[in-house]
């Protein structure tokens, strides 16, 4: 096991990190940039170095600083949490190089699952459905007219290289594709360097259900059953349960086959997920894997009772996994309300600003909050808005539901604008109390509704 891990990451997951590095007796450093001097996680960890100026690609994003903040720290290995270096296949070789474990998948993985494309490729040969498209990338307009002509209308524009809904289109008609597929490429070429795009029948509405895996280096994969993440706005996910209400007990184990079986195509080591989009028929379609770590993690902890991230550390150590498929077990339901710095009421512009007074749901059985917040500190421009992770866990889906309204009902933090009532209201829905809805509802329905009532 290693004796010391530096987090690559900052608030909450960073936090989070390194709560399981101290429950295993390993001793953690911490990277900062100068606005997160005074941010939680370099307060929590044993040790605590900048890395850079405020932007992330001066920072976070910046893997000399890292891996020289690893090397004169002694740090045997690097998590990076999600997001920034997360799925990045050089700054996981420039880790190997150095002689420094890159908590999660190898290199190889990474970029085999991170082009979606070549992701596409390796699920069919492994007998995983796949959404209807383009066998490979789409370089001209009038390919993507072509197979859009084939597969028919409406179509989804997906960056190769893409994720976080960035280099995304819906073309609902044949006159709009051309806007769009320029507007996406463009988008893609900005975001990740690379303005590859491919096309896939549209799957909407849809449940955007995604399979938790962990695979050691023994060639051991075991699923961790799966996740309803169909409330989103934007591409980007709202609140999330486990498991999904829509999924009866055969179909749980055939899609965790699946997820298994995608899994082991790819010599899959670490935590990740299998995403897929199920239709209104009940068909099930492999969508993208993310070898990382999920925001959303904690919702599956809480039915399983296995520590994903411990689990993640444990794997990269070299050890094998101590649970086998049979001695997973699940037990209530759990849901994951994502808490942001942002104001609903106008188009959910970020908000900035120094926490002034500061009350987090606690108390109670099935309770955990994920933060970094603390009364005084300031939440900064520069980075994602997610600010905390309000989870809850019950018996069954009411007894969470209730849960969940009570808990950010005593949720308080005054100096920012936060979208806490929005969550309460969502979570009090009719439809979501009655698990009816799919990836159109937030956007077409209760967010319309929403609006109006403000």
């Known amino acids: 096991m290693f004796s010391k891990i530096l987090i690559a990451n900052r608030g909450e997951i960073a936090v989070r990190i390194i709560r399981a590095c101290r429950e295993l007796g390993i001793q953690t450093v911490a990277v900062y940039s100068e606005a997160d001097r005074e941010a939680l996680h370099t307060e929590m960890a044993d040790e605590a170095i900048c890395i850079g100026p405020a932007r992330s690609t001066d920072s976070y994003l910046n893997m000399q600083s890292i891996l020289s903040a690893a090397i004169v720290t002694n740090a045997e290995a690097i998590h990076p949490g999600f997001g920034f270096l997360s799925e990045n296949s050089l700054f996981a070789t420039m880790c190997h190089e150095c002689n420094i474990k890159f908590i999660g998948p190898s290199e190889k993985t990474i970029d085999a699952m991170g082009n979606k494309i070549h992701a596409r490729q390796l699920m069919q040969a492994a007998k995983v459905p796949v959404i209807p498209g383009s066998d490979g990338a789409i370089s001209t307009l009038a390919e993507a007219e072509k197979i859009a002509d084939e597969i028919g209308y409406p179509v989804m524009l997906k960056a190769a290289a893409g994720g976080g809904g960035k280099g995304i289109r819906k073309v609902q008609t044949k006159d709009e594709l051309e806007k769009l597929f320029m507007a996406a490429k463009a988008e893609a070429k900005a975001a990740f360097g690379d303005d590859s795009m491919y096309l896939e029948k549209i799957i909407f509405p849809a449940r955007h259900i995604e399979v938790q895996i962990l695979g050691d280096s023994f060639g051991h ?110 037990s209530g339901h759990a849901i994951e309300c994502r808490i942001n710095a942002e104001n609903p009421a106008f188009n959910f512009a970020p908000s900035p600003g120094t926490i002034k007074t500061l009350l987090l749901p606690s108390g109670g059985l099935g309770l955990r909050v994920d933060s970094a917040m603390y009364s005084g500190v300031t939440i900064p421009p520069f980075y994602d808005s997610m600010i905390a992770k309000v989870i809850v866990h019950g018996e069954n889906r009411f007894e969470a539901l209730m849960k969940m309204q009570r808990a950010l009902g005593e949720f308080v933090s005054e100096g920012v604008i936060t979208n806490v009532d929005f969550q309460m209201d969502l979570i009090s829905h009719p439809n979501v109390l009655a698990g009816d809805y799919d990836t159109s509802f937030l956007q077409n329905k209760f967010l319309p509704e929403w609006q109006e009532s403000e």
């Open 221 to 330: 994969v075991i699923h961790l059953g799966e996740r309803d993440c169909s409330l989103q706005r934007n591409n980007q996910k709202v609140l999330e349960e486990a498991p999904s209400i829509v999924l009866d007990q055969k179909t749980r184990d055939e899609i965790g086959g699946i997820a298994v079986r995608a899994g082991e195509a790819v010599n899959y080591e670490s935590a990740g997920t299998i995403e897929f989009l199920r239709d209104m028929d009940g068909q099930f379609y492999f969508m993208e894997m993310n070898t990382r770590i999920q925001v959303e993690h904690p919702i599956t902890e809480m039915i399983t009772g296995i520590d994903i991230v411990k689990e993640q550390i444990k794997i990269s150590s070299g050890e094998p996994l101590e649970i086998q498929q049979a001695e997973v077990t699940f």
